[in-house]
């Protein structure tokens, strides 16, 4: 991670945020859309957050899980299993975390 | 104020560790959580940063995650709108999911009010203040965490958790699910490229299920 790379990075997500939050309010004059955009907008976020994700839980050094004793396997279960319960964001990164500093620490995996 | 603004430190706590944990340095980090103030953004932006992904990518992501907030600012404008710009940017870049759920709770109606800037201004603050102290704790903590406890993966904990609280009808999860199978089977891609491969896939597969069934009542944004 060069220095430069993460700074201009860090700095162009800042940007992003300002764009994204101040979209239709910062313009002087009223945005139009076109109405696909506006329906893309839908399923954008959530394809991008498991685009992200997906790889970052089934993967390791790109390619697929080759061993159960892999901790992040229970921590997503444990997780996935607390949100159709509760429907908590909190407790769902609560039990998965707890879920894997268990099986990181007391198991070595 | 109080009860929600726990869940946003134990949040700003879990981004604040995982952005340190994910090799990222105190500064970096720092700077991070003061500049972009945005956990979801923040934690997707993680993977990237760490692959080295093109700035391009890392942005594009970004902004896709952030989606909601440009819906939110529609909103936004119908109570803000006659304000001097600089106020708008200003007060967009504070405007944070927490901000809109209560104010649109608030004021039901979308016309400006002179109680309003007091409302928002009181909020919006509190929400920073609860964020940024939770995420400062976190960077520091995490310093001393060992490595091999892995909990830079909490942050994908958090972001699947969002993800489960997007997921509505079964449209999205098809959606979810191409883009899951398209981001892992084009992992050999260079430059992360398989990111945009799974948002490309997600919404296109959206897209068409929304022109195959459309919804009874269509939603207006």
Known sequence: MPQWYVGVGIAG?????????????????????????LQGLRYAPIAALVAV???????????????????????????TAYFWWRRGILGTILSGTAVLLALKIGLGW | MVAPSL?????????????VKSGMSVAAALAMTLLVYAGSAQLAALPLVV?????????????????????????????????????????GYFAVDLSYVYFARRFPEPRPAPEQLPYFCGGALWNWVSWQGASLVGIVLADRIPTQWGLGFAGVLALLGVTYSLLSDRKSWIAAAVAACAAVAAFGLPLKLNIVAGIAAGVAVGLLLDRKFPDAAPERV
Not at chain 1, 19 to 33: C, V
Not at chain 2, 7 to 19: D, F, H, K, Q, Y
């Open chain 1, 13 to 37: 997500l800042a940007v992003v945020t300002v764009l994204a939050r101040g979209f239709f309010l910062a313009p002087d004059r009223e945005i139009e859309l076109p109405a696909w955009a």
């Open chain 1, 53 to 79: 994700i997906a790889p970052e839980i089934v993967l390791t050094n790109g390619t697929l899980l080759a061993t159960w004793a892999d901790a992040r396997i229970y921590a997503v279960l444990v997780a």
């Open chain 2, 7 to 19: 869940g946003i430190a134990a949040w700003g706590l879990v981004t604040g560790v995982a952005m």
């Open chain 2, 51 to 91: 692959a080295g992904a093109p700035l391009w990518v890392l942005w594009a992501t970004a902004f896709c995650v952030n989606l909601r907030f440009v819906i939110y600012s529609a909103h936004w404008r119908k109570y803000f709108g006659t304000l001097p710009r600089w106020q708008r940017i200003v007060l």
